[in-house]
Structures are given as structure tokens and as C-alpha cells.
């Protein structure tokens, strides 16, 4: 089965881009590559999505490797609120642990 | 109101009794999915179905079972509630679209406890 992986955690300053990193090396060629966040005690909610081409919408930027195998999202200026669990994930929707978010004020 | 509804939001039951979390949902999809959640893990796929007729286990479906009695509505049971089923459920939907109305779209979560 196709798996992503995620770094367990990360840190970063308020106010500074954070790049939050994602491994699917097995992912197939038409699976597209999700990124969800989950706020405490909230479900996930959708941030952005995307196949090949580098994405961006009003919450983030989502860069995706050429050869498909990792790709990054990209918050361009943290806020308190960004603090959450990220996760990756293809159209197989299988949720690892995700990377929790630590924003210093 | 919400896309997705999840029934009940919260609920304490006693060991070996039968149970049935509820989810609706409004927004015309046919995919919809069952997941778990325990303290510091992420989310695991219990069930999902991609229409009425289709029922697919996922990577935990022993203890559960699951019903698809329409388009919007997919509901979890548990036949013989067990300690280790405590945890927050969360149902899905999702569908094809190539847009960000794909999905999936989750529900605010039942948090189940047995004791």
C-alpha cells in the first residue's frame, strides 16, 4: 500500500515561513498528493492539494518534487493558529501520525 | 448546519454492549469513510465505502462492522463494545472532483468511551 512519511515534529517562529516536509515514494502515478491539518479537538480540514505542478492557495503553497516522490508545504508566515498536526496523504486516504507544529510566539 | 453530521457527538457505553455511531452527510458525495483516533496517533481507516453498494475493510475493521444505508448516510457499529475501542471516530466523504471540493471532508468527531 502506498504510505507517506512525515517528520513527528517541528518548530518554528512566529511570523517565518515553515516548510513541512513529506516522503511518498510509492505513490502511483494518478494518486493525488493531500495535505490536511488538525486543530485540537477539531476533525482534519483540507488545505491544498495537488498532482504535479506546484499549487497555492490563501492558506498555503504546496511544492511538489519532480520525480513525484516528496513534496512540501509551505505556510509563508506562521501564525499562533497554524499550531496543529499536518498530514500527507495520496487518494489512498491512509492517515499516518502526521507532523505536529509547535509555533513560537 | 454542518456537511458532515456525526451522531452522537459523545458517549460512555459498558463493556459487551452493541453500539451504532451515525453519519450523515449533505454534500452529494458517494464516498464516505470511517476512521479512529487514539491520543497521539493519527487517524486509521476502520471502513469506507465508494457507493451504496460497496463496503471495503481498512486497516482495523476487526470488532466493527459497517452499514450504507444511502447515498448520505454510513454508520459504524460496534457488536460487542471492548475497552480498547475507547478513542474519537471521525466519519469522511469524498468525492472525484478535481477541485478542493474533493475532499475528503470530515465530521466534528464522536468520542466514545467504554468502560
Known amino acids: 500500500d502506498a504510505k507517506t512519511t512525515q517528520p513527528n515534529s517541528m518548530e518554528s517562529n512566529e511570523e517565518e515561513p515553515v516548510h513541512l516536509p513529506c516522503n511518498h515514494s510509492?505513490?502511483?502515478?494518478?494518486?493525488?498528493i493531500h495535505w490536511y491539518r488538525q486543530l485540537p479537538s477539531q476533525g482534519p480540514e483540507y488545505v491544498i492539494h495537488?498532482?504535479?505542478s506546484n499549487v497555492n492557495n490563501r492558506m498555503a503553497s504546496l511544492a511538489i518534487a519532480e520525480d513525484r516522490k516528496s513534496s512540501t508545504l509551505i505556510l509563508h508566515r506562521a501564525t499562533l493558529r497554524d499550531a496543529a498536526v499536518y498530514y500527507c496523504?495520496?487518494?489512498?486516504?491512509?492517515f499516518g501520525k502526521g507532523t505536529r507544529l509547535h509555533i513560537l510566539p | 448546519d454542518a456537511d458532515v453530521t456525526q451522531t452522537p457527538r459523545n458517549r460512555i457505553t459498558k463493556t459487551g454492549k452493541r453500539i451504532m455511531l451515525e453519519c450523515s452527510q449533505t454534500?452529494?458525495?458517494?464516498?464516505m469513510y470511517w476512521y479512529r483516533q487514539d491520543p497521539g496517533l493519527g487517524l486509521r481507516l476502520i471502513y469506507y465505502?465508494?457507493?451504496?453498494?460497496?463496503?471495503n475493510k481498512g486497516e482495523i475493521s476487526d470488532g466493527y462492522s459497517v452499514s450504507r444505508q444511502a447515498q448520505a448516510k454510513f454508520s459504524l457499529s460496534l457488536e460487542s463494545a471492548i475497552p480498547n475501542q475507547t478513542a474519537l471516530y471521525f466519519c469522511?466523504?469524498?468525492?472525484?472532483?478535481?477541485?478542493?471540493?474533493?475532499?475528503?471532508?470530515f465530521g466534528q468527531g464522536t468520542r466514545l468511551t467504554v468502560v
Open positions: 469522511a466523504t469524498s468525492d472525484l472532483a478535481h477541485t478542493s471540493l474533493r475532499g475528503p471532508f
Open positions: 510509492t505513490i502511483s502515478g494518478t494518486d493525488y
Open positions: 495537488g498532482l504535479t
Open positions: 496523504i495520496d487518494d489512498k486516504i491512509i
Open positions: 454534500k452529494g458525495h458517494d464516498r
Open positions: 465505502s465508494f457507493d451504496v453498494k460497496d463496503i
